[in-house]
């Protein structure tokens, strides 16, 4: 059974960190392509970062509004994909999802608050 499992979110202080973690089973692990979205109330779901092992180097892309705050990572030996949210800010508050393959995570809330 496809299952992917996240944690890390939270209410933090605009300036403040959190790390979202999303543990996927082994079958679906195996996945090149891993990224994080997010949707904000009222708003379309956007892509926030994403990481690609498809040339066996994880290579990442991430949105301007995140670049140098966010960091997307993945642990093959604990099939654990991260996201480090640094200097969060209040537009970062929205509910964030993990994606694996076609694989969604059930979301986890960051509430960023000035």
């Known amino acids: 059974q496809v299952q992917l499992v996240e944690s890390g979110g939270g209410l933090v202080q605009a300036g403040g960190s959190l790390r979202l973690s999303c543990v996927a089973s082994?079958?679906?692990?195996?996945?090149?392509?891993m990224a994080w979205h997010r949707q904000a109330p009222g708003q379309e779901r956007e892509l926030v970062a994403r990481?690609?092992?498809?040339?066996?180097?994880?290579?990442?892309w991430y949105r301007d509004s995140v670049k140098d705050r966010f960091t997307i990572s993945r642990d093959n030996a604990k099939n654990t994909l991260y996201l480090q949210m640094d200097n969060l800010k209040p537009e970062d508050t929205a509910m964030y999802y993990c994606l694996i393959g076609n694989n969604w995570g059930q979301g986890t809330q960051v509430t960023v608050s000035s």
């Open positions: 082994a079958s679906i692990f195996r996945n090149k392509l």
């Open positions: 990481i690609s092992t498809i040339t066996g180097f994880g290579s990442t």
